[in-house]
Nanobody
Framework: QVQLVESGGGSVQPGGSLRVSCAASGIIFSIYDMGWYRQAPGKQRELVAVISSDSRTHYTDSVKGRFTISRDNTKNTVYLQMNSLKPEDTAVYYC???????????WGQGTQVTVSS
Protein backbone atom coordinates (compact mmCIF):
# COMPACT_ATOMS: atom_id res chain seq x y z
CA GLN A 1 0.00 0.00 0.00
CA VAL A 2 1.39 3.35 -1.07
CA GLN A 3 1.84 5.91 1.68
CA LEU A 4 3.14 9.44 1.35
CA VAL A 5 3.54 11.29 4.63
CA GLU A 6 4.41 14.97 4.69
CA SER A 7 6.04 16.77 7.59
CA GLY A 8 7.78 20.03 8.36
CA GLY A 9 5.05 22.57 7.76
CA GLY A 10 4.39 25.41 10.15
CA SER A 11 4.23 29.15 10.53
CA VAL A 12 6.96 31.55 9.53
CA GLN A 13 7.36 35.27 9.00
CA PRO A 14 7.77 36.73 5.52
CA GLY A 15 11.32 36.27 4.32
CA GLY A 16 11.77 33.15 6.42
CA SER A 17 12.51 29.57 5.44
CA LEU A 18 10.91 26.17 5.90
CA ARG A 19 11.68 22.70 4.66
CA VAL A 20 8.90 20.21 4.12
CA SER A 21 9.56 16.52 3.68
CA CYS A 22 7.61 13.63 2.23
CA ALA A 23 8.45 10.09 3.25
CA ALA A 24 7.24 7.35 0.94
CA SER A 25 6.56 3.74 1.71
CA GLY A 26 5.07 0.83 -0.19
CA ILE A 27 6.65 1.87 -3.48
CA ILE A 28 9.90 1.51 -5.38
CA PHE A 29 10.73 5.16 -4.78
CA SER A 30 13.47 5.38 -7.39
CA ILE A 31 11.04 4.83 -10.28
CA TYR A 32 8.61 7.51 -9.15
CA ASP A 33 8.52 11.09 -10.29
CA MET A 34 7.81 13.16 -7.19
CA GLY A 35 6.18 16.53 -6.87
CA TRP A 36 4.91 19.17 -4.51
CA TYR A 37 1.57 20.87 -5.05
CA ARG A 38 -0.20 23.46 -2.95
CA GLN A 39 -3.73 24.65 -2.40
CA ALA A 40 -4.61 27.97 -0.85
CA PRO A 41 -8.09 28.67 0.55
CA GLY A 42 -10.57 29.25 -2.25
CA LYS A 43 -8.06 28.35 -4.94
CA GLN A 44 -7.33 25.32 -7.08
CA ARG A 45 -4.47 23.00 -6.28
CA GLU A 46 -1.40 24.03 -8.26
CA LEU A 47 1.94 22.50 -9.12
CA VAL A 48 4.88 23.93 -7.18
CA ALA A 49 7.81 21.74 -8.21
CA VAL A 50 8.55 18.30 -9.57
CA ILE A 51 11.63 16.10 -9.61
CA SER A 52 11.82 13.20 -12.00
CA SER A 53 13.12 9.75 -11.22
CA ASP A 54 16.44 10.85 -12.76
CA SER A 55 16.42 14.10 -10.72
CA ARG A 56 15.45 16.59 -13.39
CA THR A 57 13.54 19.45 -11.81
CA HIS A 58 10.82 21.87 -12.82
CA TYR A 59 9.37 24.79 -10.89
CA THR A 60 6.37 27.00 -11.30
CA ASP A 61 7.47 30.54 -12.13
CA SER A 62 6.38 32.07 -8.83
CA VAL A 63 8.82 29.97 -6.79
CA LYS A 64 11.84 29.87 -9.11
CA GLY A 65 14.96 31.00 -7.31
CA ARG A 66 13.32 30.62 -3.88
CA PHE A 67 12.31 26.96 -3.63
CA THR A 68 14.44 23.86 -4.20
CA ILE A 69 13.10 20.34 -4.62
CA SER A 70 15.39 17.39 -3.96
CA ARG A 71 15.16 13.68 -3.31
CA ASP A 72 17.07 11.08 -1.35
CA ASN A 73 16.40 7.65 -2.83
CA THR A 74 18.21 5.97 0.08
CA LYS A 75 15.62 7.45 2.47
CA ASN A 76 12.61 7.29 0.12
CA THR A 77 12.10 10.97 0.82
CA VAL A 78 11.50 14.09 -1.24
CA TYR A 79 12.14 17.56 0.15
CA LEU A 80 11.05 21.08 -0.64
CA GLN A 81 13.33 23.78 0.72
CA MET A 82 11.44 27.08 0.76
CA ASN A 83 13.36 30.33 1.20
CA SER A 84 12.31 33.97 1.05
CA LEU A 85 8.76 32.95 1.84
CA LYS A 86 5.93 35.33 1.03
CA PRO A 87 2.39 35.54 2.40
CA GLU A 88 1.12 34.29 -0.95
CA ASP A 89 2.99 31.03 -0.35
CA THR A 90 0.50 30.24 2.41
CA ALA A 91 -1.26 27.00 1.53
CA VAL A 92 -1.57 23.32 2.28
CA TYR A 93 1.35 21.61 0.59
CA TYR A 94 0.75 18.14 -0.83
CA CYS A 95 3.25 15.52 -1.89
CA UNK A 96 2.55 13.61 -5.09
CA UNK A 97 4.16 10.51 -6.50
CA UNK A 98 3.74 9.22 -10.05
CA UNK A 99 4.94 5.82 -11.27
CA UNK A 100 7.04 6.56 -14.33
CA UNK A 101 5.79 3.55 -16.31
CA UNK A 102 2.23 2.93 -15.11
CA UNK A 103 1.28 6.56 -14.56
CA UNK A 104 -0.48 5.76 -11.29
CA UNK A 105 -0.38 8.69 -8.87
CA UNK A 106 -0.64 8.91 -5.10
CA TRP A 107 -1.11 11.84 -2.74
CA GLY A 108 -0.11 12.64 0.79
CA GLN A 109 -2.45 14.14 3.34
CA GLY A 110 -0.92 17.61 3.16
CA THR A 111 0.94 19.89 5.54
CA GLN A 112 0.01 23.49 6.30
CA VAL A 113 2.47 26.29 5.57
CA THR A 114 1.51 29.74 6.84
CA VAL A 115 3.54 32.86 6.07
CA SER A 116 2.42 35.81 8.15
CA SER A 117 3.81 38.63 10.20
Amino acid sequence: QVQLVESGGGSVQPGGSLRVSCAASGIIFSIYDMGWYRQAPGKQRELVAVISSDSRTHYTDSVKGRFTISRDNTKNTVYLQMNSLKPEDTAVYYCNGRHTLEGVTSWGQGTQVTVSS
